[in-house]
Structures are given as structure tokens and as C-alpha cells.
T-cell receptor
Framework: DQQVKQNSPSLSVQEGRISILNCDYT??????FLWYKKYPAEGPTFLISISSIKDKNEDGRFTVFLNKSAKHLSLHIVPSQPGDSAVYFCAASAYQAGTALIFGKGTTLSVSS | ETGVTQSPTHLIKTRGQQVTLRCSSQ?????VSWYQQALGQGPQFIFQ???????GRGNFPPRFSGLQFPNYSSELNVNALELDDSALYLCASSLAIHRAFEETQYFGPGTRLLVL
């Protein structure tokens, strides 16, 4: 039973356009959400996070939106660059249950120039 | 770069053998978590160590065990290896102050284990 779902295995975007990566979750106890980026042969790199008390968090070209009622979050990358091409993982944690991160299966983003 | 290092980078073992993977945490981080990432999947939580004690465990059998040392380096041990144990093993470090755990974890590059 997957608690964190990334339903799009892949996404292709042109350089300069917006990339939108989506993530859904089922566990209402989750109170912290993170996005990681992973290149081949490297570990996941932390990108941006959001607490459940917020609905938006921005960091440069990256913005994460959280819709708690829909149990949905999204990562917006504007403008997309070829170097953004990687696998993006959504992760969630429920502090009351410890600090294990629960990951989705990932979305492979390809940005073409 | 996170400052989290892992060794070895690659490892080949045969079924039934035992393996030890090592992790060195980011400077100042006192909490380490281990994850298994199978091909095409997201990382799955194995367990977490804080102050040399296990602080939480995922759905993995007891043949997966760990250690954390006073210098915050850690080991993941897997006994009686099975073919399905073939995966990328990731460690992640984070900071806890008086058991208030920081949610963001910083990952190492991983150890790729192949069991034949």
C-alpha cells in the first residue's frame, strides 16, 4: 500500500518552460513534505520542503505547493533548465511516528534545449 | 555535496553471505538513517540510529541490523543475503537536539549491492 504516489513516471519539458511535478499522499498524519533530486550514480539531493502549516514555499526557481484537503503537493520549476534533468522524488514524514521518510517512486524529468 | 560518505561504492556477494556497509555522517549530525532503493522504486526506510541506539525501524527482517559509533559513523549489516537484497543502499544524516529531530535528511551517494 503506497502512502506516497507519484503517478507520472516521466515528464518532458522544453528549456525555459515550467515543469510541474505532482505527488499525492494517503496518510493524513504526514506533516512534513520534501522534494529530492537524484542524478544517476549519486544519492538524492535535498531540494525544498514544506511544513503542513504552510501551503507554499519558494526557493529560487523552485516552488512547492501543498493542498492538504486534496492530500496533494506539487513542485514547480520555473524556468526549467537542461541541468534540471533528473529523477525527482517526493517524500513525506509524520513526526509523531518518528522521522522515517516515506518516498514515492519518482518522476524522471527531461528538459530539452 | 552533502558531506555524507559511504563505502564501498559497489559490492558483489553471493546468496547466503553477510555484508557490512559503512557510512560517515555530515559533520555535526548525530542521527543516521538507512534506506534501500530497489530498481525503479523510491528509497525504503530500513532503520534510524540516534546516540548509538535504534530509533525506529521499517518493515525489514532482523537480518538487517545496524550500529552507530560515538563519532556518528555507522554500519548496516545484512546476514544471509538473498537475491532480492540487490539494491542501492543509502544512508542519510540529520541533526537532533534533545530528541527534537530535524526532518530534512542529507543523503550519501549510496552503495550498490549485487547478490548473485
Amino acid at each position: 500500500d503506497q502512502q506516497v504516489k507519484q503517478n507520472s513516471p516521466s515528464l518532458s519539458v522544453q528549456e525555459g518552460r515550467i515543469s510541474i511535478l505532482n505527488c499525492d499522499y494517503t496518510n493524513s498524519m504526514f506533516d512534513y513534505f520534501l522534494w529530492y533530486k537524484k542524478y544517476p550514480a549519486e544519492g538524492p539531493t535535498f531540494l525544498i520542503s514544506i511544513s503542513s502549516i504552510k501551503d507554499k514555499n519558494e526557493d529560487g526557481r523552485f516552488t512547492v505547493f501543498l493542498n492538504k484537503s486534496a492530500k496533494h503537493l506539487s513542485l514547480h520549476i520555473v524556468p526549467s533548465q537542461p541541468g534540471d534533468s533528473a529523477v525527482y522524488f517526493c517524500a513525506a514524514s509524520a513526526y509523531q511516528a518518528g522521522t522515517a521518510l516515506i518516498f514515492g517512486k519518482g518522476t524522471t524529468l527531461s528538459v530539452s534545449s | 555535496e552533502t558531506g555524507v560518505t559511504q563505502s564501498p561504492t559497489h559490492l558483489i556477494k553471493t546468496r547466503g553471505q553477510q555484508v557490512t556497509l559503512r557510512c560517515s555522517s555530515q559533520s555535526g549530525h548525530n542521527t543516521v538513517s538507512w534506506y534501500q532503493q530497489a530498481l525503479g522504486q523510491g528509497p525504503q526506510f530500513i532503520f534510524q540510529y540516534y546516540r548509538e541506539e535504534e530509533n525506529g525501524r521499517g518493515n525489514f527482517p532482523p537480518r538487517f541490523s545496524g550500529l552507530q559509533f560515538p563519532n556518528y559513523s555507522s554500519e548496516l549489516n545484512v546476514n544471509a543475503l538473498e537475491l532480492d537484497d540487490s539494491a542501492l543502499y543509502l544512508c542519510a544524516s540529520s541533526l537532533a537536539i534533545h530528541r527534537a529531530f530535524e526532518e530534512t535528511q542529507y543523503f550519501g551517494p549510496g552503495t550498490r549491492l549485487l547478490v548473485l
